[in-house]
């Protein structure tokens, strides 16, 4: 039997400092290595021009050798992060932030979406609801998380809402998260939905990673969008932070480059 191995790399591109993207970067590099993905981490400093980390990320789109591109967030102020995401060639942005990409998820091809929405409805799709004309809500609409999340949920026929800071101002959040079968939350407000707020049995993404202080420890420690001690008495099932949503992401990361790889 013939046998034909390959090599599969990803370079991230880091600049600056920043201890959130470093620690991110970090625990991609440590994903990869378990599944034999070559990760390599190039970092700039964080008075890069931003014409000069376009220069930088087209050479990489030039690179033959090189699979998939992450660009680490946050980059420095004086970068235009959506400049630099545009300029990472459609083929080789396994984080889906390109706009020729995320164009392409209206289009109905899932396969180009941000990784975050990949893992939401892929622990959506887990939880085995059928769902076919399924009342879903999303809270939040970034085009990272709260958009491609509705449009992947589109495509398979939920009855998708989308409720925002406007939904809130108005007082109306509460009105339709308590409709949804299936709630999922990408805000970054700690502890915005309450139990009250949940349909009981309802299914619960938390897609929210927020640092806040332990009033007891005063420790700091990561909770989601959701108040999860509420939540887990109301709901069906129920994703926690840490622990749920982040690590399917990097995993959605790694099957976007092993696709980038083959194509
Ligand atoms: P964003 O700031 O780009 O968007 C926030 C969204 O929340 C907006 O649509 C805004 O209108 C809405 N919003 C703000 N306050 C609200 C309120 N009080 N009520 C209702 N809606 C409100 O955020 P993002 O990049 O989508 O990230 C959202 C959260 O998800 C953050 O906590 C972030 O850290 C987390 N996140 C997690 C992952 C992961 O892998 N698990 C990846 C990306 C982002």
């Known amino acids: 039997m013939a046998c034909f191995t390959f090599s599969i790399v990803i370079s991230a591109v880091l600049v600056g400092d920043n201890a959130g993207a470093r620690i991110y970067a970090k625990m991609q590099a440590k994903s990869c290595e378990q599944v034999g993905i070559a990760y390599e981490l190039k970092e700039f400093s964080d008075d890069i021009s931003e014409a000069g980390l376009l220069g930088e990320i087209q050479k990489l789109n030039d690179d033959d050798s090189v699979d998939g591109m992450i660009l680490q967030m946050p980059v420095p102020e004086h970068i235009n992060a959506r400049t630099i995401q545009a300029g990472i060639a459609p083929k080789k942005d396994v984080d889906g932030v390109n706009p ?14 941000p ?10 799709e887990e939880t085995g609801i059928d769902l076919y004309g399924a009342e879903v809500v999303v809270v939040g609409h970034s085009e990272i998380v709260g958009k491609p999340v509705a449009l992947l949920l589109l495509d398979k026929f939920a009855t998708t809402t989308v409720c925002h800071i406007g939904t809130s101002d108005v007082g109306m959040l509460e009105e ?11 805000v970054g407000v700690p502890g915005l939905i309450k139990g009250d707020m ?7 993404i938390d897609v ?3 640092r806040v202080k332990d009033p007891e420890s005063g420790k700091s420690k990561t909770v989601g969008d959701v108040a999860f001690d509420e939540a887990v008495e109301v709901a069906g099932i129920i994703t926690p932070v840490p622990g749920g949503v982040g690590p399917i992401t990097t995993a959605m990361l790694l099957h976007s ?4 790889a083959k194509a």
């Open 100 to 113: 020729a990409n995320l164009g392409r998820v209206v289009m109905g091809h899932p396969e180009g979406a």
């Open 115 to 124: 990784c975050t929405a990949q893992a939401a409805v892929r622990l959506v």
């Open 176 to 186: 339709h998260t308590t409709k949804a079968d299936i709630l999922i939350v990408a």
């Open 198 to 204: 949940i349909k009981p049995g309802a299914a619960v």
């Open 208 to 210: 929210g990673i927020n």
């Open 257 to 260: 480059t092993l696709l980038a």
